[in-house]
């Protein structure tokens, strides 16, 4: 058999069964929820079907929290799994496994999120074929080959795909849509009074917890005080919002300020509530993280002075710190998930 022969050949047997629809996992924490919904809009405004998937209970620290906003999310039946499973698939994506895929990381997180779901809450238990695998795909590879089918599980952050400003807008009415007010209890009703009474609200989220353990960089306090005081001498009416999962370790590093409120109000089940909080303030203090990609994303507020002074950290305002000294974290102040 010549090349092209066998090159038709492999074809025929793994070219796809055309099913047009897109299974999007909504796995991680808050950031990452928000990051695999938007790409979800985004495909549908191609035109792409587009179906979730997600079972609560598997990480109690990863509960969904998107239904809290009142979105409309099209969860997957068992019929849209086996369907997805009886599928054939793309040559393309066949060789991108084979010569890419298995060493990739991103992937490979995909693969584990997907199977873990599908098998406790749908009982579905596919062996792991070629064709199958092919299927499981990064929202890179999606746009790069125009899938409009597969699943994906990896979109976290704001992509230059989504800096249309209609699109923006639309993202921004869909996650806003309901008025803060009715999510909320006396104590968080409160801040938010607070927050809207102030003239220049400066929202600073500090992303620490587990990021300590994983080794991954956290913003240095002198980042953070350094964007304080350059706030305070710049504007006036100024408070300070803080919102943290390490937020011990924030009043011992921030306790020089005297117009500062840390808000420690919420548990790890109602820490979405802190980012429609921070989504109040003017002004913002970020970290590397997707709470603070998405409340960059979805700030309202033009750029400036007169309108939204923001800061995000360089890799020099970062540093790796040791387990050893990581903060003592209260339940209450454990909000935001490991990718986020």
């Known amino acids: ?107 490979q997180s995909n693969l584990w999120h997907f199977l873990k779901c599908i098998r406790a809450e749908y009982q579905v238990y596919p062996k792991k074929t070629p064709v199958l695998l092919s299927k499981i795909v990064t929202y890179k590879k999606a746009l790069e080959y125009g899938l409009n089918e597969g699943v994906v599980c990896d979109c976290y952050s704001p992509i230059p795909e989504f800096n249309d400003e209609n699109f923006k807008n639309k993202m921004r009415e869909i996650i806003f849509s309901q008025e803060r007010e009715q999510f909320m209890d006396i104590k968080n009703l409160s801040m938010l009074q607070k927050i809207k009474s102030t003239k220049n609200p400066v929202g600073v989220h500090i992303r620490r917890g587990d990021f300590i353990d994983f080794k991954i960089p956290v913003v240095k306090a002198e980042f953070i005080l350094e964007k304080m005081n350059y706030i305070n001498e710049n504007l006036d009416g100024v408070r300070f919002f803080v919102f943290s999962n390490g937020i011990d370790w924030a009043k011992e590093h921030l306790k020089t300020l005297d117009n500062i409120e840390f808000a420690d109000i919420n548990d790890e089940a109602h820490g979405w509530l802190d980012f429609l909080l921070f989504n109040e303030c003017r002004h913002r203090i970020y970290s590397n993280s997707t709470f603070s990609l998405w409340a960059r994303y979805f700030n309202p507020y033009k750029a400036g002075r007169e309108g939204s002074l923001e800061f995000y950290p360089e890799n020099s305002d970062m540093q790796i710190e040791t387990p050893e000294k990581k903060d003592n974290v209260k339940p209450s102040a454990a909000k935001e998930s490991r990718a986020l």
């Open 1 to 107: 058999m010549n090349k092209i022969k066998l090159l038709a050949f492999f074809k025929k047997a793994v070219f796809y069964d055309k099913i047009n629809s897109m299974l999007i996992c909504l796995n991680g924490g808050l950031g990452n929820q928000i990051g695999n919904y938007v790409f979800a809009q985004f495909l549908k405004e191609k035109g792409i079907d587009v179906k979730f998937i997600y079972k609560n209970g598997i990480d109690k620290a990863r509960e969904l929290v998107l239904d809290k906003f009142n979105l409309n999310i099209d969860f997957a039946a068992k019929e849209d799994i086996e369907k997805f499973m009886a599928a054939k698939s793309n040559y393309k994506l066949i060789l991108d496994l084979f010569c890419k895929n298995i060493f990739d990381k991103v992937w």
